[in-house]
């Protein structure tokens, strides 16, 4: 067998071989990977590299890249069963900043500057040191980031208000192609969409992406950018019309001489007000 056959069928062998075992050993980002994690992976991929080569004997490259898989699969196994494992492995976390105070010995130990921590606050959007509470470096080398109670951001929760549960937003038209199947997981259809991009004067060849919320509102991104879509207010409206119809009740139950009307008019407005203030949530946020 001549020799570039040989090479090819090798890589070709390695390359399934390989995506077989990084599938076994789970997924994970490479930003996330932990560095002795990386670590096996690159030396993996060395061993591949000289079996798909013929840089080392068949039998000796295999012995040397099952050995690397296993154990890995083997210590990550054991990582979860036993934390003591885990932190041999993997590390454990560091406190960098405690009650808004830097722990100058843990940055030391983590071999990490002040400006790199500033660097690394910075992009967690904590751009005073003033304002961080605490501050923690994960296993992964990744920087998490708790505020003070008073810088964190506002939430709804806050004022004591309810939002609509949201869902993800479903990709229903893509370079111009309608997507069947995102179409039918949110129980609409082509009919459907072709009717609400009629509605916006929007031919659907020069739609680029279209996206169906969790409410069920359309919208859409155009190859031509200067083109200005207006975008669909179908919850605004409903939520207006119905405000409109409770100050229509208001307005007849005061304008009434009729008691028994102005008590129907009145319970009328009540329960009105009620169902809107159970909508709002959902209309407006």
Known sequence: MKDWVEILI???SLFLIVLFFTRIMGKGSLSRMSPFKLIN?????????????KLTTLTFGSIALSVWVLLTIALEYLSIKSKWVHDLVFGKETVLIKQGKVMEENLLQVRLTGEELLRELRSKNAFNLADVEFAVMETTGEISVLLKSDKKPITPHDFGQKVAPQSESQTVILDGNILDEPLSNMGLN??????????????????????????GDLYVDLFDDSIQTPQPKVKELLYANLERTHADLLKFALQTENAEAKDVYSKDAAKLDAVLNKLKPYLLH
């Open 10 to 12: 090798r890589s070709v």
């Open 41 to 53: 992976l690159t030396v993996m991929a060395i061993i591949a590299s000289f079996l798909s080569l």
């Open 190 to 215: 082509r009919r459907w969409l072709i009717t609400q991009l009629s509605g916006l004067g929007i031919a659907l060849e020069n739609v680029f992406i279209g996206q169906v919320d969790s409410s």
